[in-house]
């Protein structure tokens, strides 16, 4: 394995991360690479566990196959995706764009892509958590 990894396409949301884990006390992640989930610089294999916070709901439709087989590619063992959920594909304005964030089905869409995934734990993380109306879902490849 390669230790700890965070992954942005933002420059800044990878400098704020820093602040908070400064600011925070917790331990910092040792690298942290600019990059998109449609193209992740990283071997096949590479992580036991590769994670989605927020992530695959900004990813369009017709995109959405292609992140997900790059997180499979690099997951050795685990997948975790932590995501707004609802039913089919719904465009949710955001932030004054249209078409910038997706609800849908994101266990179906692993389960579709990847039938040989098995959900070993899925729920809710609302508000107490840090989040709001949250889905996790935890595949084993």
Excluded: C, M, N
Excluded at 63 to 71: G, H, S, T
Excluded at 75 to 97: A, C, F, V
Excluded at 101 to 113: F, Y
């Amino acid at each position: 394995g390669a230790g700890g990894f965070a992954l942005d396409i933002s420059a800044d949301a990878l400098r704020y991360g820093v602040a908070l884990q400064r600011e925070w006390g917790l331990a910092r992640v040792p690298v942290r690479v600019a990059g998109d989930a449609l193209h992740l610089p990283f071997r096949d294999g590479w992580f036991d566990l590769v994670f989605t916070s927020g992530v695959l709901i900004h990813i369009s439709g017709d995109d959405l196959p292609r992140a997900l087989a790059e997180i499979h590619r690099t997951s050795r063992r685990y997948i975790l995706s932590i995501e707004y959920d609802g039913p089919g594909e719904t465009p949710i304005p955001y932030r004054g764009h249209e078409r910038a964030l997706w609800k849908r089905d994101h266990r179906a869409a692993w389960e579709k892509q990847f039938p040989a995934l098995r959900l070993l734990r899925h729920g809710e993380l609302g508000l107490e958590r840090g989040y709001g109306e949250t889905t996790f879902h935890l595949f084993e490849k």
